[in-house]
């Protein structure tokens, strides 16, 4: 099914690892985003790409690393994970064109012990 | 700072009966606005949005209202059934941004049968 796909759903790791939160869509949406949800805070913006090999920061990039070799994919990376890094993380994708919707995958929940 | 606010975390109605969730903003400069719908351990999917240039914009059972003036928009659900019951979120876009949503904090409505 065409769709927008975030693996792993859940994942438990240590602090000071790597961790990769892989992102695929099979819309060729030109724009994918990352986003944290915590509480009190909703939804907020890490990282975008508005086309493959074009990214830029969103409002809380720290800590993050991001890569957009092929428009599908949009990976996301801790590069030292932290426990303030403790969060569920979603993807989402659009045309990009004004005033079109983002939509999202179902969320990473990340747990940083 | 957060520029959209969504001061009611819960609200619960009865089914058949009108739901109305606000949402509010302090950035003049944001042009878009997006309601988004989340169940649990799923992303939040699209629901209906509103161009600054109206301030009404309509989809079956669901309604957005936009007070420019007032910064504030609203939506109302009629009549509410129980699988409305989820976590909404008010979204809001700037024309000059890249699709950057910036969220509230969400509102949790549950739909009485």
């Known amino acids: 099914d065409a769709g927008i796909t975030q693996s792993p759903r859940y994942k438990i790791t240590e602090t000071g690892r790597q961790v990769t939160l892989m992102c695929h869509q099979t819309?060729?949406?030109?724009?994918m985003f990352w986003y944290r949800q915590d509480l009190g805070h909703g939804l907020r913006l890490i990282y975008y790409?508005?086309?493959?090999?074009?990214?830029d920061k969103g409002e809380v990039p720290d800590g993050y690393v991001v890569s957009r070799s092929k428009t599908e994919n949009f990976p996301l990376t801790l590069e030292s994970a932290t426990r303030s890094q403790t969060s569920v993380y979603f993807c989402?994708?659009?045309?990009?064109?004004?005033?079109?919707?983002?939509?999202f995958g179902d969320g990473t929940r990340l747990s940083i012990l | 700072d957060q520029q959209v606010k969504q001061n009611s975390p819960s609200l619960s109605v009865q089914e058949g009966r009108i739901s109305i969730l606000n949402c509010d903003y302090t950035?003049?400069?944001?042009?878009?606005f997006l309601w988004y719908k989340k169940y649990p351990a799923e992303g939040p999917t699209f629901l209906i949005s509103?161009?600054?240039?109206?301030d009404k914009n309509e989809d079956g059972r669901f309604t957005v209202f936009l007070n420019k003036s007032a910064k504030h928009l609203s939506l109302h659900i009629v009549p509410s059934q129980p699988g409305d019951s989820a976590v909404y979120f008010c979204?809001?876009?700037?024309?000059?941004?890249?699709?950057?949503?910036?969220f509230g904090t969400g509102t949790r409505l549950t739909v009485i049968p």
């Open positions: 989402a994708s659009s045309e990009g064109q004004l005033n079109q919707p983002q939509h």
């Open positions: 819309w060729s949406h030109s724009y």
């Open positions: 790409s508005a086309a493959a090999d074009i990214t």
């Open positions: 950035n003049s400069m944001f042009d878009y």
């Open positions: 509103i161009s600054s240039i109206k």
């Open positions: 979204a809001a876009d700037k024309l000059s941004g890249a699709n950057n949503l910036f």
